[in-house]
Nanobody, 123 residues
Framework: HVQLVESGGGSVRAGGSLRLSCAAS????????MAWFRQAPGKEREGVAR????????YYADSVKGRFTVSRDDAKSTLYLQMNSLKPEDTATYYC?????????????????WGQGTQVTVS
């Protein structure tokens, strides 16, 4: 069965950096678009970044554009999110997600499998 396991979260001061990882298993990783979401306490879940298969197209929310970079290593079945210039408003639980169906690209509504999340706290 599909498993997505995030890691790399932690506490960091404003202006710092973190790199999140998401290890995928249980399916052919390179066939699906992947994404990162986040959810802060009391707020709705927010799509952060998406990446097509083959490390092609990417899409970023305006709130993170220019600071975050999404990437994937298909040989390792791993998704990454490099987060630089972190701000207190980036504090949230970050989740990786997989598109429900195989295909090169995806929209936010296409994501169907989720990890358990990793906490990022920026002070």
């Amino acid at each position: 069965h599909v498993q997505l396991v995030e890691s790399g979260g932690g506490s960091v001061r404003a202006g710092g950096s973190l790199r999140l990882s998401c290890a995928a298993s249980g399916y052919t990783y390179n066939r699906n678009c992947m994404a990162w979401f986040r959810q802060a306490p009391g707020k709705e879940r927010e799509g952060v970044a998406r990446i097509a298969t083959g490390s092609g197209n990417t899409y970023y929310a305006d709130s993170v554009k220019g600071r975050f970079t999404v990437s994937r290593d298909d040989a390792k079945s791993t998704l990454y999110l490099q987060m630089n210039s972190l701000k207190p408003e980036d504090t949230a639980t970050y989740y990786c997600a997989r598109a429900q169906n195989p295909g090169s690209w995806c929209e936010w509504d296409d994501l169907g499998y989720w990890g358990q999340g990793t906490q990022v706290t920026v002070s």
